[in-house]
Structure formats: C-alpha cells, structure tokens
C-alpha cells in the first residue's frame, strides 16, 4: 500500500487545516488507518486512528476536541481536520496503515506509512 499524505502548509493560530492521505490499495476499506506527528527534537506523537468502516475514531489527547479524521472508502482517501491550531500542533504529519485490529495509538501496528506533510502553525 503506497500512501500519499498532502495538504500541510503554513497556518496562523486559531486556524483551520485538512489534511488528506490517498491511499494506492483497491482494498483501502480493509485496513485501519492513523495519522501521527513529529515535531523537530520529538517523539512520533498518536494523532487519530479510525476504523475500516469509520465508525470509530480515536484522538489523542492533545487534539480531542479540535481535530476530526474521517475516511471516504470510495476514494480511498482518509482525513484530518484541524481546527484551533496551536503553535505546539507545528510537526511533520504522517499517515499511516494497518492490517490488523487493536492498539491503533501504537506505531508498532501500522504497515505502512507515508511520506509526511508539514504543517506549521504561527503565532
């Protein structure tokens, strides 16, 4: 699975931001899918996860509240929108996939990844 993460840029606090992953796999609805962030000096932090079908969804606590991720499976697209944004939402943003169920919070059980978006957030 090949995934395409776009959408980043610079963004003035309190301000709004989607990010999109386009995902190459005809099988898309099959795997669970996450979006995690890297700021410079920093660990990969848990974003959001949602399930295959998209009823569930998971935040972070950092974002609960602010940020949505949603999936449309007939484009093979998964979401991240990204209201109120924060100086310390400043990271690089990475998309990512998993085959399997269970901890979506943990890097571990994603497949794939992509390649990163950068969003900054100015003050």
């Known amino acids: 699975v090949q995934l395409q993460a776009s959408g980043g840029g610079l963004v003035q606090a309190g301000g709004s931001r989607r990010l999109s992953c386009a995902a190459s796999?005809?099988?898309?609805?099959?795997?669970?899918m996450g979006w995690f962030r890297q700021a410079p000096g920093k660990e990969r932090e848990f974003v959001a996860a949602i399930s295959r079908s998209g009823d569930s969804t998971y935040y972070g606590d950092s974002v609960k509240g602010r940020f949505t991720i949603s999936r449309d499976n007939a484009k093979n697209t998964v979401y991240l929108q990204m209201n109120s944004l924060r100086p310390e939402d400043t990271a690089v943003y990475y998309c990512?996939?998993?085959?399997?169920?269970?901890?979506?919070?943990?890097?571990?059980?994603?497949?794939?990844w992509g390649q990163g978006t950068q969003v900054t957030v100015s003050s």
């Open positions: 796999a005809r099988t898309f609805r099959n795997y669970n």
């Open positions: 990512a996939a998993a085959d399997i169920d269970g901890g979506s919070a943990s890097a571990s059980i994603y497949n794939y």
